[in-house]
């Protein structure tokens, strides 16, 4: 499996959404990723970071609140919000950065 570093210096874009379990926004962002996930099949990749279990990677980007959402393409960061993100949103900033 590839690491995290390997996968966001892709060419393609990722979009990493930055969750923990406990977290309410968290719950109402992962049905919208998942619909996206189908849309862009293939254009782009999503990523889940569970901040609970990778501080690291949390404390790298200096990702404070979540759910955190970084949209990277070859290890740069295009993009970021905190709070929940609308799926249109989304995929327009994904088609901007193919």
Same mark, same amino acid.
């Given at each position: 499996?590839?690491?995290?570093?390997?996968?966001?210096?892709?060419?393609?874009?990722?979009?990493?959404?930055?969750?923990?379990?406990?977290?309410?926004?968290?719950?109402?962002? &992962?049905?919208?990723?998942?619909?996206?996930? /189908?849309?862009?099949?293939?254009?782009?990749?999503?990523?889940?970071?569970?901040?609970? /279990?990778?501080?690291? &990677?949390?404390?790298?980007?200096?990702?404070?609140?979540?759910?955190?959402?970084?949209?990277? /393409?070859?290890?740069?960061?295009?993009?970021?919000? &905190?709070?929940? &993100?609308?799926?249109?949103?989304?995929?327009?900033?994904?088609?901007?950065?193919?």
């Amino acid at each position: 499996m590839a690491s995290f570093k390997e996968i966001i210096n892709s060419g393609v874009p990722v979009l990493v959404d930055f969750h923990a379990d406990w977290c309410g926004p968290c719950h109402m962002q &992962a049905p919208i990723l998942e619909e996206l996930s /189908k849309e862009i099949q293939g254009k782009a990749k999503i990523l889940k970071v569970d901040v609970d /279990k990778n501080q690291s &990677a949390a404390a790298t980007y200096g990702v404070r609140s979540i759910p955190t959402l970084i949209l990277f /393409k070859n290890g740069e960061i295009k993009w970021r919000q &905190a709070g929940v &993100a609308q799926k249109e949103t989304l995929k327009s900033l994904i088609e901007q950065n193919i």
